[in-house]
């Protein structure tokens, strides 16, 4: 086949796509070896491409014109107080550096303004805007500024630094407002425009799809649930609208990944990766902040990780869908309920969950005192547990803090050994390396030092891990590793770890 010949075929593709997309705009022609293009198609008439085009444009035009005025900018104020800039400069402490300084790092460091820039959604024609927590958090003064020129004092209702999402106040009627949509019911590939500021650029529009739903990009108490885009979001975006093709908003845009690193707000510019927190989310946390302030969640008080290939087996069974149960808080809900280290969760009130992240949206779903049903795998069989919910901690990180007195050492603290096994490097878990790593003094373990890149456990093993259980059976101490290791022979092992708050399971295969 001739290049002439590649060159033609491969047009007419791309005529065929093109005309399928622009609703017949465009002719679509088949290529012979022998004969010129013949045209399938018979091309419509030049007035009418130019009407369909434009009422084309204009649809999107119209979705904007509408929308654009419901998103708002947000200047902010924040004063630092000296107390908080201590030791922010370790220069001055330094006699050497004073002196160039006529001694000045001596003096008392003063309060300094900082001043921020983001964007809100007007969701109530009363005065009621949407935005992130992290546009206003910490602001000692609020400037809303609406599309038509005019200038707003704002006042925040309320925060929810989990989800990222405030509510700001002002003083106005009649304002122009953007409709919920339902989050739920965006699918990838939808199309979709980001409303904001970036940059301090007024009401700039973007066009994308949608890339993802259901992204999670941190652990902890943070609730995450992002819809992913590729339209652009820069700094400045932040608070503003996610909107579908019916001009509904589907979605607050909250944070970018740069280069591979993901920032609240942004730090760099757009690579289209993009994040909004769902209408639907932001919804609940909204009508909650309008009416009391604050946000209140079901909290069951265990720590969750998604079930992986190879630990199928270990957890009894058939499939690797649901959620398993890596740890339980004393005197939690779920401890109360019954639930176990190594309970698979696999439904919620009748309702099937896949991983972690979906047990965890639907538990919070629910109101503290509420009653769940959950369906477990426990040693191979099914069981069910009611748990009756709590409520949900209000921190952005796992509960690192000590259970217990830290000043009283336990197994693991007289312990001061260290150990290798099928290339794990373990120490004992001390005091000082407790607090490196993130566990509570009633958590007992050995601490992984470091790992050997050939070994088969460089795959599921990381350095800081604790090392809480293998096989099921608990670590106390560096005698209790080596032991249960040993007894494994050249199987595979099921070892529990916990870490920042964290705790789950991971499989080391034998060489």
């Known amino acids: 086949m001739s290049n002439v010949v590649q060159f033609r075929r491969t047009t007419a593709v791309l005529t065929l796509v093109a005309a399928s997309i622009g609703g017949g705009l465009i002719a679509a022609f088949a290529v012979s070896h022998n004969s010129a293009p013949v045209p399938l198609v018979a091309r419509a008439d030049t007035k009418s491409d130019t009407r369909q085009v434009s009422q084309l444009s204009n649809s999107f035009a119209d979705i904007i014109e509408k929308a654009s005025p419901a998103v708002v900018k947000i200047s902010s104020t924040r004063v630092i107080k000296a107390s908080e800039q201590q030791g922010s400069n370790p220069f001055m402490s330094d006699p050497f550096f004073q002196q160039f300084f006529g001694g000045r790092g001596q003096q008392k ?40 020129g005019r200038i707003f004092t704002g006042k925040t209702v309320g925060a929810d630094p989990q989800t990222d999402v405030a509510v700001v106040k002002i003083s106005a009627d009649n304002l122009p407002t953007l409709p919920w949509g339902n989050s739920e019911a965006a699918r990838v590939g939808d199309l979709c425009f980001a409303i904001g ?31 992913q ?52 989310m932001a919804k609940q946390v909204f009508d909650q902040l309008v009416k009391n302030g604050k946000v209140s969640r079901g909290y069951m008080g265990v720590k969750l990780s998604d079930v992986k290939p190879d630990e199928g087996s270990f957890l009894g069974l058939k499939d690797g869908h649901g959620a398993v149960v890596s740890a339980v808080d004393k005197g939690s809900p779920g401890e109360k ?13 009748g309702k099937p969950v896949s991983s972690s992240d979906e047990l965890t949206m639907a538990v919070i779903a629910h109101q503290p005192g509420d009653t769940v049903t959950l369906s477990i795998v426990r040693n191979t069989k099914p069981e069910q547990v009611k748990i009756t919910l709590g409520q949900r901690p209000g921190g952005l990180e796992a509960d690192k803090s000590n259970d217990g007195d830290d000043s009283t050492p336990n197994d693991a603290d007289k312990d001061d050994g260290s ?46 891990m604790v090392i809480t259980a293998v096989n099921r059976e608990p670590v106390n101490n560096i005698a209790d590793f080596k032991r249960l290791m040993a007894a494994a022979g050249n199987k595979a092992v099921l070892l529990s770890w916990a870490a920042n708050g964290q705790a789950g399971f991971t499989v080391v295969q034998p060489k």
């Open 419 to 464: 150990a290798t096994v099928r290339g794990i490097h373990v120490e004992a878990l001390t005091s000082e390396l407790r607090e490196q790593v993130g566990v509570a003094s009633t958590i007992k373990g050995v601490v992984v030092s470091n790992v050997d890149a050939d070994s088969p456990a460089a795959d599921s093993v990381a350095r800081g």
């Open 197 to 227: 500021n970036p940059f301090g650029q007024d009401h700039t529009v973007t066009m994308g799809i949608v890339s993802a739903k259901g992204r999670s990009l941190e652990k902890g108490l943070r609730v995450q649930n992002f819809i």
């Open 229 to 280: 885009t590729d339209a652009a979001i820069n700094p400045g975006n932040s608070g503003g609208a996610l909107i579908n093709a019916r001009g509904e908003l589907i979605g607050m845009n909250t944070m970018i990944l740069t280069g591979g690193n993901s920032g609240f707000g942004g730090e760099g510019g757009s690579i289209g990766i993009g994040f909004a927190v769902p209408s639907n």
């Open 337 to 349: 309920g019954g639930l176990k280290p190594y309970d698979v969760i696999t439904a919620i009130d």
């Open 109 to 148: 460091p003063r309060d300094q303004r900082e001043s921020g820039l983001g964007s809100g959604v007007l969701v109530s024609s009363s005065g009621y805007i949407l935005t992130n927590n992290h546009v206003v958090e910490k602001a000692t003064t609020l400037k809303i500024e609406l599309s038509d």
